[in-house]
C-alpha cells in the first residue's frame, strides 16, 4: 500500500516532464510536422462537433472553464474559441495546461494553431486571462468521426511544492504503518 501510494505522488510530480518528453517523441506539439493552414481544403459535406472542458489538478485554487462548451466546424477549416482562468489563491501560480483529445485517433488530426498549452501560464493572485485556441481539424479526419473532445487540466508545475507534498505524504504513512 505505501509503495502504490509513494508511486501515486511520484506520477503526479512527473507528470508535466513525462508529457513534454512524450510531446517530443510523438511530435504532437510540433505543429510544423503538420500540414500548414493555407494547404486544408474545407469539407463543407461534413459537420464535426468538437467539445471543450476543462480540469484543475494539485489543489489549484482556479476557476478555469471553455468560454463555450461546444462547436460545430468542417473539416479544414480555422477556428477560434476561447478559454477563461483565474487565480483565486493568494499567491503568484505558474502552471502549465495539459490536453488531451479523445477519440485518441482525432489526436493527429487536430492541428493546434495557437494554444495557451504551448506555454506555461504564470497567474499573479487574482489574476484572470482569456486565453485564445485556434485549431483546424484536418480533413483527413476519418470519416467515423463525428465529435472531438478537446480536454485540458491545469496542473501547478511548482516543484518545490510537489516534491514537499511527496515527502509530506511518505512521512504521513511512514507514521500511520508504525502506528499499527
Do not use: W
Not at 510536422?33 to 474545407?42: E, L, M, N, P
Request: with cysteine; aromatic share 10%.
Amino acid at each position: 500500500m505505501v509503495t502504490y501510494a509513494v508511486l501515486m505522488f511520484g506520477l503526479g510530480f512527473a507528470m508535466v516532464p513525462l508529457y513534454d518528453l512524450f510531446c517530443e517523441v510523438t511530435g504532437i506539439k510540433d505543429t510544423t510536422a503538420r500540414k500548414a493552414v493555407k494547404d486544408y481544403t474545407i469539407d463543407k459535406q461534413r459537420l464535426i462537433r468538437v467539445e471543450f472542458d476543462a480540469t484543475i489538478n494539485q489543489e489549484l485554487a482556479f476557476e478555469f472553464r471553455p468560454a463555450t462548451p461546444f462547436i460545430e466546424v468542417n473539416p479544414g477549416e480555422t477556428k477560434e474559441v476561447n478559454y477563461y482562468v483565474k487565480n483565486n489563491s493568494g499567491r503568484d501560480v505558474i502552471a502549465q495546461a495539459i490536453p488531451s483529445v479523445t477519440p485518441v485517433l482525432a489526436t493527429t488530426h487536430l492541428n493546434k494553431i495557437e494554444c495557451f498549452c504551448f506555454e506555461q501560464q504564470e497567474l499573479k493572485a487574482g489574476e484572470e486571462k482569456i486565453m485564445p485556441l485556434r485549431f483546424v481539424l484536418d480533413d483527413a479526419l476519418p470519416d467515423d468521426i463525428s465529435t472531438v473532445t478537446l480536454s485540458y487540466t491545469f496542473m501547478d508545475i511548482n516543484r518545490e511544492k510537489l516534491q514537499k507534498n511527496l515527502e509530506d505524504a511518505e512521512e504521513a504513512l511512514k507514521r500511520l504503518i508504525s502506528s499499527n
